[in-house]
């Protein structure tokens, strides 16, 4: 069954309970969500994705069922996270091609970019004909200078990756939103300051930049081109807990409210443990597609 097929085979099964259940999630999430759900902008679903580490062992027994899987919850972007499901970067382009998915962008460990193996990482993103490539940490001391030294890094590895046709991006947790002790620096900011906004985008984690105690709207006023991806992953933040999207605390609507164009952004789910990853694929998805996004200007 092609993947077109398969999607509106699903959305027929989910205009009974499924999609009452979704709905449902979406109104009862957080106060103003209920209004929101009524009036503003929908999120492109064309810019909707799924991180692949959500999934990971299934990727790993079954990457053309898991991808299949994908798509049939109705998400048009995956993101790679280390590996292809022990497939080539060939064989993973075709089964992707094959679920009318298309590939927005991978993570990556630090080393990836140095040396010899930046260019078979630079070359299999290409060949998955992806828009971004980048890494899910940087490995770099804690400090205000370490991050001065990752940000040059960060520049090269950005410089080489335009010349690829690729734009290079950084994945964020909590701790790049530490302040470093002896000179009182948001290490985040120093980033921000000291990278090529044309070599260096950012993919802000909205569970993870709330688990540090930042405030994403702020960061997302002042700096929204610099996170042309984001990843939307829910629970409560202050209890280092996850849940699929709709069932904890994150307000999305207000942060991404935020945006001035929805269309600009990439917004991949994710949650890092894999309880049922069918349910956290199927569930987040309809969350986010039942949400209406107001304009805060």
Known sequence: MAGSERKSSRRRFLQGAGAATAVGLSALALPGTAAAAT??????????????????????????????MIADAGYAEVEPAYDYGNRTPEQFRKIVDDNGLK??????????????????TLERAVTLGQKYVGVSYMDGQQTADGYRRMAEEMNQWGETARSYGLRWYAHLHDNEFATDQNTGE??????????????????????????????????????????PLFHLKDGTPTEGIETDLGEGTVDFVSILSHLRDLGSHDFVIERDQQPDPVRTANVSYDYLRSLRIPRAY
């Open 103 to 120: 590939v927005i962008g991978s993570h990556h460990n630090p080393y990836d970019f140095r040396g010899d193996l930046a260019q078979v």
């Open 39 to 68: 009036r503003g902008r929908p999120v492109p679903p064309g810019k909707i994705g799924f991180q692949l580490y959500s999934v990971r062992d299934m990727l790993r027994r079954d990457p053309e069922g898991t991808l299949a």
């Open 186 to 227: 948001v290490l985040f900011d120093i980033w921000l300051a000291e990278t090529d906004p044309r070599l260096v985008t950012f993919e802000m984690d909205l569970y993870w930049i709330l688990r540090a105690g930042a405030d994403p709207i702020a960061y997302v006023d002042r700096h929204q081109d610099r996170f």
